[in-house]
């Protein structure tokens, strides 16, 4: 069973239509990249698999043991993070709120996975020292580790690599890659940039005024592909 | 020096100063705490906004002649509260502009209730002392100074239970939401805090003066700290003395209260920008 159901979904906001009749579905340990052009929606489709807002019609189900808030979740940065007061330590262990209910203070666990996702993001010498202060591919493994303390099943990047420069864009990419590859979880991004989603995913979604969802193979055999790519070029 | 310090202790046998000093420094603490909050998320003006709305809830129960305002002023703040910190996302007005029609609506119209239906003989007298709250706290009786120190241990304990959740949904509140946290329900708690927050200093610094309790420390925090909890005990510290420095000075060398411990607050923030100036290098 898929872990992650859309079913004939239709988004937009305040009675304005801007995608609709949208189906795909998404199993344990697959890759799917999102792409598609500005304003074709896909934030819009993010917030919605993540419950954030409702869609117009349609359905979102999640599957395969996966309940709705274990869906892990990488924002894209937000000007309230940029002068924010807050330690390494603190934004990881805050990941793993979710799961608190009304207890108010962590447990042993909580802080101990923590530690763990602290490790495997390679940010052990940076516990201490405050998020604003770190370059911009240090605070994306900050929240990374914070998105692996809420789950250990699914993530949602939203543009991960936005902002980055090359070699930190590719240290990023392979990082996210590790954590599909060896730590079996699924990984749905939204990226801009098609390159990379060529060579890392296993599923394409492409929206816009064409939708394509299959796999990569087929993707690039298929028409949408070829107008995007075209865009791309003139671009 | 000597004569001050006799003049001092003098004063701080009088109950009235025990008790201004014991709700003062109550009031400036919980402010502080939540102030952090309030300042991160950009909704600074919302205690401006809200201590208006407070002054004007208090004219309308000096026209009904309410001899005990406390629970209409506080049931009135609370729902605009909740009406802001709701309408902040996705309102059509904007939320600095529904803080800023909101606040100023109920200054005018709570002046407006209070000029034509107060049968005080000094009535100018009376808003100057609601606005800049300039002897209310020197005035307290015992039943009020009892309610202020329930509620202000209410919101401290409140605080501290909610003290993770609290930064979760400040600091990103999709991610809060996406991941199973109640964001909603907490920004209604947060509100609600707020709200009887506003009213309890209204007493010490009056309605136009209470923005400053809650920004100050929280700024002046951030200068110094770097984690979340660091900046909450520092502020909490820095709201603590300045207000307990301030009420001190004010008996002795006879000055406003409100305005007393804004001045101190002022002077401790450009001391504090200056230390954090030099610590980590000029930032803008």
């Known amino acids: 069973m898929a872990q992650l159901i859309c079913q004939d979904l239709t988004l937009g906001y305040d009675g304005h239509e801007i995608l609709s009749g949208l189906s795909f579905e998404v199993d344990a340990g697959e890759y799917l990249c999102i792409v598609g052009e500005n304003g074709s929606g896909k934030s819009t489709l993010m917030k919605t698999i993540l419950g954030l807002q409702s869609p117009m019609r349609g359905k979102v189900t999640t599957g395969d043991g996966l309940r709705r808030s274990e869906i892990g979740y990488l924002p894209q940065q937000t000007v309230v993070q940029r002068d924010f007061p807050a330690s390494v330590w603190e934004i990881v262990l805050s990941g793993c709120q979710g799961r608190q209910g009304l207890r108010p203070f962590y447990t042993k666990e909580d802080k101990a996975l923590a530690r763990e996702n602290i490790r495997k993001m390679g940010l052990e010498a940076l516990t201490k020292r405050c998020y604003r202060e770190l370059s911009g591919g240090q605070q994306q493994r900050v929240l990374l580790a914070r998105a692996l303390c809420a789950t250990q099943k699914i993530l949602l990047l939203d543009e991960p690599v936005s902002g980055l420069d090359p070699k930190v864009t590719a240290e990023m990419y392979g990082l996210i890659d590790t954590l599909n590859k060896r730590d079996g ?51 | 020096m000597t004569e001050m310090i006799q003049k001092l202790t003098l004063y701080l046998q009088y109950p009235f100063v025990q008790y201004a000093l014991i709700v003062g420094v109550l009031i400036a603490l919980c402010s502080s705490l939540l102030g952090i909050t309030l300042v991160l998320k950009r909704f600074s003006f919302i205690g401006d906004g809200l201590s208006h709305v407070a002054f004007g809830a208090m004219a309308i129960a000096a026209v ?73 706290i020197l005035t307290l009786r015992k039943s009020e100074v009892w309610l202020c120190v329930v509620l202000s241990i209410l919101v401290l304990v409140v605080f501290i239970l909610f003290y993770n959740k609290i930064f979760a949904v400040t600091f990103d509140e999709d991610f809060a939401r996406a991941t199973g946290t109640r964001a909603n329900l907490y920004n209604l708690l947060l509100a609600v805090i707020i709200a009887v927050i506003i009213v309890l200093a209204m007493n010490l610094v009056g309605s136009l003066l209470i923005s400053a309790l809650v920004i100050f420390p929280a700024l002046s925090a951030m200068r110094l700290f770097k984690s979340f909890r660091s900046v909450t005990v520092c502020a909490a510290v820095y709201s603590v003395l300045t207000a307990a420095l301030g009420i001190l000075v004010s008996v002795v060398a006879d000055t406003p209260v409100g305005s007393t411990i804004v001045a101190i607050e002022i002077a401790a923030f450009v001391v504090c920008w200056a230390a954090g100036a030099i610590k980590g290098g000029v930032r803008k």
């Open chain 1, 185 to 235: 979880i699924t990984v749905i991004m939204i990226s801009h940039d098609l390159d990379a989603a060529m060579r890392y995913a296993t599923h394409i979604l492409h929206i816009g005024s064409t939708v394509f969802f299959g796999s990569k193979a087929d993707y690039l055999r298929s028409d949408a592909a070829s107008s995007f790519r075209k865009e791309d070029e003139t671009a």
């Open chain 2, 64 to 136: 009904f002649r309410l001899t005990n305002d406390m629970p209409l002023m506080l049931a009135i703040t609370i729902l605009s509260a909740i009406l802001l910190l709701r309408s902040g996302q996705k309102a059509k007005i904007k939320g600095d502009a529904a803080v800023a029609m909101i606040s100023v609506g109920a200054l005018a119209v709570g002046y407006l209730l209070m000029n034509r239906f107060s049968k005080s003989s000094n009535i100018s007298g009376d808003v100057c002392s609601t606005l800049f709250g300039s002897t209310s």
